[in-house]
C-alpha cells in the first residue's frame, strides 16, 4: 500500500477495536439499509507475528492466504487453522496464484521480488527481481501472465506463470495501487497519486488508456466484473467508483467509509464490496451494466482494511488486530508514528449469507 493510503489507515488503525456481531435475517440485496444478507459467522484469533496486507482465496484447497508481513499464513477455511506458513520474506504485500502451473507468487516490496513458491507444498522455488515497492499482484488468466504493481518505481512487472520468469517491466505512467485482469488481454490499474486509471495490453506491456477517474480521489482498491467489463475502484474521498472498462467513463459513485484498502466483485451475487479501515465494508448491488446501487454497510472491526470473498459460497473474510496506546514521540523527531499491534491478537472475520 502507499504513502496516501496509509495515512489513512493509520488513523483507523488507532482508534479502539469493536466487533459488531450483525443480524443474521437475510436483508435483499437492493435494499439500502442493512448488511446485504450477511451475518458475522466467526471471529477467529489466529495470532502469529507481523501486520498484514492484501488476501488471496483458493476456492480449490479451501485454503485462505494472508501476507503477515515477512511471511505468508495459510488458513484452511474448513477448520479455520492454521496449516501452514511461507517464511523468509521482507515486506510482502499480495498472493496471486496459478494452479494450472502449480505455482503462487508473492509480492515484496523490498527490495522488489516475487517468491514463486509450489502451490501444493508451499516450498519456495525461487525469487525473482521485478522493480521498487512490488505491492498489489494479480494472475491474468488470459494471458498466463503474472503482474505486480510497483508503486515508487512507477512501473509493473509481468512475469510468465509456467516459468516463474520476467517477461518485462514496463511504465504506467504514475504511482499504482491495486489492479484486475478482464482475461481476455487486459489488465486494469489505478493510479492513486494521479486519481487516474490505466488499461494495460497484458500482450504486448503497453499502456493503451489512461482515464480521469473524477469525482473519485486517490483510488486504492480495485475489482471487475469481467464478464460485462465494469470495473468497481475504492475512492479514499469515500467513495467506490462504477467504471466502464471500455470506455473508461465513470457511470455512478456509491459512498463508502473511510480508508478502503480493498474491493471485491463477486459474479455469483452481483454484488460489489469495499474493505476500510474505520471498520465497515460497504456492499453495492451491479442493477444492470449501466447502474451500481447501495445495497448496505457490514459492521466488522476498526483496522480490518482488506478483505477477500469466496465465489464458491460468497463467504467474505478480513483481518485486524488489537492495538494498544500510542507511543510518546521522541523529542525532535518528524516520523510517522504507529501504536502497537497486542501480541497474540491478530484476528480473522468470517461473515456469511
Known amino acids: 500500500m502507499q504513502g496516501l493510503r496509509r495515512n489513512a489507515v493509520i488513523a483507523g488503525c488507532c482508534a479502539a477495536l469493536a466487533c459488531v456481531a450483525l443480524c443474521a435475517g437475510f436483508t435483499p440485496a437492493r435494499q439500502d439499509a442493512g448488511s446485504a ?11 502469529g507475528e507481523g501486520g498484514w496486507d492484501y488476501l488471496t482465496i483458493d476456492s480449490a484447497k479451501h485454503r485462505l492466504f494472508i501476507s503477515r508481513g515477512s ?47 509450489d502451490y501444493t507444498t508451499l516450498k519456495v522455488l525461487d525469487t525473482v527481481k521485478t522493480d521498487r515497492d512490488s505491492d498489489a499482484i494479480i494472475y491474468d488468466p488470459g494471458t498466463k501472465r503474472v503482474f505486480t504493481m510497483n508503486g515508487d518505481a ?72 469481467a464478464a460485462n467489463e465494469r470495473l468497481f475502484v475504492g475512492c479514499h474521498s469515500r467513495a467506490m467508483a462504477f467504471v466502464d472498462g471500455n470506455s473508461g467513463k465513470v457511470l455512478g459513485t456509491v ?10 466483485f463477486d459474479p455469483g451475487t452481483g454484488l460489489a464490496f469495499a474493505s476500510c479501515g474505520d471498520g465497515t465494508i460497504t456492499v453495492a448491488h451491479e442493477d444492470s ?13 476498526r483496522g480490518a482494511r482488506t478483505m477477500e470473498i469466496d465465489p464458491a459460497n460468497h463467504t467474505i473474510y478480513t483481518v485486524t488486530a488489537e492495538y494498544g496506546p500510542m507511543p510518546a514521540a521522541a523529542a ?6 504507529r501504536p502497537p499491534m497486542v501480541p497474540g491478537s491478530f484476528t480473522l472475520l468470517v461473515f456469511t449469507r
Not at 39 to 45: D, E, G, P, S
Not at 80 to 104: C, S, W, Y
Open 71 to 117: 511471511h505468508v499464513m495459510v488458513v484452511d477455511t474448513r477448520s479455520d487453522q492454521v496449516t501452514g506458513d511461507i517464511p523468509g520474506m521482507n515486506r510482502i504485500h499480495g498472493i496471486a496464484l496459478a494452479p494450472e502451473f502449480n505455482k503462487g507468487f508473492v509480492s515484496d516490496g523490498d527490495p522488489g521480488t516475487v517468491h514463486v513458491f
Open 289 to 301: 451494466p449501466e447502474k451500481l446501487s447501495p445495497a448496505g454497510t457490514i459492521e466488522t472491526m
Open 255 to 264: 459512498p463508502i467509509g473511510q480508508g478502503v484498502d480493498a474491493n471485491r
Open 37 to 47: 444478507g450477511y451475518h458475522l459467522a466467526k471471529k477467529v484469533k489466529l495470532g
Open 154 to 225: 512507477n512501473t509493473s512487472t509481468a512475469i510468465d506463470a509456467a516459468t516463474g520468469k520476467v517477461v518485462g517491466t514496463f511504465p504506467l505512467g504514475g504511482g499504482p495501487e491495486f489492479a484486475a485482469a478482464d482475461g481476455k488481454g487486459y489488465v486494469f490499474a489505478n493510479l492513486e497519486d494521479k486519481s487516474e486509471m490505466v488499461k494495460i495490453n497484458a500482450r504486448t506491456l503497453k499502456v493503451e488508456q489512461t482515464w480521469p477517474l473524477a469525482p473519485c480521489q486517490s483510488p486504492s482498491g480495485l475489482a471487475i466484473d
Open 332 to 337: 525532535g523527531a518528524n516520523q510517522r508514528r
